[in-house]
């Protein structure tokens, strides 16, 4: 509004630089709240009253039709403003539902369970949302240290609802069933029965015991890393692909368990496609396996911080998949 009052006076009144005072109150409307807007409105239509007078627009059609057009922008600002402000209260609304209801599917790991220390770290495709169709739990039980991280197929509110399925399933098995088989087994036989259609899920199920073993039994997931303590690392590759949960069919067997050894400074790590798939602008996935120096961090949330701000960086956007990491450390 300086500026045009600026060159107002410069150019005289033959111009026609008055109407444009109503910039002020239109992009006060688009940035401030309702206030504001009226009170940036007030200060334009007392400028355009004084240089309509001074550039000798009053009375005359020219000095109306300015101070009208800026007293009808100032209107709509603040009827902007006011809309606006209700659809930000509305998104904040769902938001912190949308956080409830993270918190009650995806509840935070702990982290520190038995004889590891624990970090997850998760991403939603949508920038806005906060949960999605990946999934991860950390159960301690009698039998040893019991997790899973999964990827629904599909997005959208059914994947949340085939998500809370899959954990509900799991959490349950995890307490009850003595061994890793029984807890595969019978989260197969929930998912063959809850998940119809084209639904299902891949997963890794895992289970760290006290004699320093690990056990891996996978559905058609990428597989987990087993990072050693002297840097070595390898990936517990299953000897055969099984199907994902909710396509076994009648008489399919159970895939096998992948037995290896987990001792002291050891770590695993457990994700999703949306790490390992996810692109640079060169079309170039993500290297996983050569960023396995940023686990080396005191402690596994500095490590998983590290891996995402370098997963980040490497796509150099939004993510085009929903991306859940999950570390395991074993405490030296």
Avoid at 30 to 44: F, K
Avoid at 47 to 75: E, K, Q
Avoid at 168 to 185: K, M, N
Avoid at 289 to 298: E, G, H, M, V, W
């Amino acid at each position: 509004m300086a500026v045009t009052a600026l060159a107002d006076i410069t150019a005289g009144p033959t111009v026609g630089l008055l109407p444009l005072v109503a910039l002020g109150p239109a992009f006060a409307g688009l940035t401030g709240g309702p206030r504001r807007t009226g009170v940036i409105g007030g200060i334009a239509l007392a400028l355009c009253l004084a240089l309509g007078w001074y550039d000798g627009l009053f009375p005359g059609r020219r000095g109306t039709t300015a101070l009208v057009s800026v007293a009808g922008v100032t209107a709509a600002g603040v009827v902007a403003a006011v809309m606006r402000r209700r659809r930000e209260e509305e998104l904040a609304g769902v938001r912190s539902i949308a956080e409830v209801a993270q918190r009650v599917l995806l509840r935070p790991v702990p982290r520190t369970a038995g004889e590891l220390g624990a970090a997850v770290s998760y991403t939603a495709a949508v920038a806005e949302a906060r949960i999605g169709g990946d999934l991860y739990e950390v159960v301690t039980s009698p039998g040893g240290v019991r997790v899973i991280v999964g990827d629904v197929q599909g997005k959208g509110l059914d994947a949340v609802e085939t998500a809370a399925d899959v954990l509900g399933a799991f959490r349950e098995a995890a307490h009850d069933e003595p061994d890793l088989a029984g807890v595969s087994t019978r989260l197969e036989r929930a998912m063959n029965r809850t998940l119809g259609g084209e639904r299902f899920v891949t997963a890794v199920i895992a289970e760290i015991r006290q004699d320093r073993t690990v056990t891996v039994v996978n559905y058609g997931h990428p597989a987990p890393l087993l990072l050693a303590a002297d840097g070595t690392a390898r990936f517990l590759e299953p000897a055969t692909r099984a199907l994902p949960l909710g396509l076994g069919l009648g008489g399919t067997e159970s895939p096998d368990a992948l037995d290896a050894e987990f001792r002291p400074g050891d770590q695993l790590l457990l994700y999703t496609d949306g790490v390992t798939e996810a692109r640079d602008r060169d079309g170039t996935f993500y290297p996983l396996a050569s960023r396995l120096s940023l686990l080396k961090a005191d402690s596994p949330e500095l490590a998983l911080e590290a891996l995402h701000g370098d997963l980040m960086e490497h796509v150099g956007g939004p993510l085009g998949d929903d991306a859940a990491i999950l570390l395991l450390r074993y405490r030296s």
